[in-house]
């Protein structure tokens, strides 16, 4: 273990819920990787990292989906993105880390 795994890894604090972290969740479905920001309190969806596209959600939703592939975000095809996949996407300039 790298200490890179210790460190949670966001865009900026949530700004619906003001508590929860909007982090880069990773979804891979039929090889493809794609990215999109997910806040880890109240689980708002943005697809890009400015955070201006803001998926929409049923607030009786109780499993929300992947804005790509429609699958759960919290499937097994989904994890929270480490550096290199932030890299990948081109991303690295829009988070910042705190310890975990
Ligand atoms: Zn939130
Ligand atoms: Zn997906």
């Not at 604090?13 to 920001?37: E, H, W």
């Not at 708002?44 to 429609?70: F, I």
């Amino acid at each position: 273990m790298t200490s890179q795994d210790s460190k949670i890894i966001y865009v900026e604090s949530c700004p619906i819920c003001g508590d929860g972290l909007c982090r880069i969740r990773i979804c891979i479905s039929n090889q493809k990787v794609t990215g999109f920001i997910l806040c880890d309190e109240c689980e708002a969806m943005w697809t890009d990292p400015l955070m201006q596209e803001r998926v929409p959600t049923n607030v009786d939703e109780t499993d929300p989906q992947c804005p790509s592939c429609s699958q759960s975000i919290w499937g097994k095809n989904m994890h929270w993105a480490n550096i290199g996949e932030i890299c990948l996407l081109g991303w690295f300039d829009h988070v910042q880390m705190v310890d975990e």
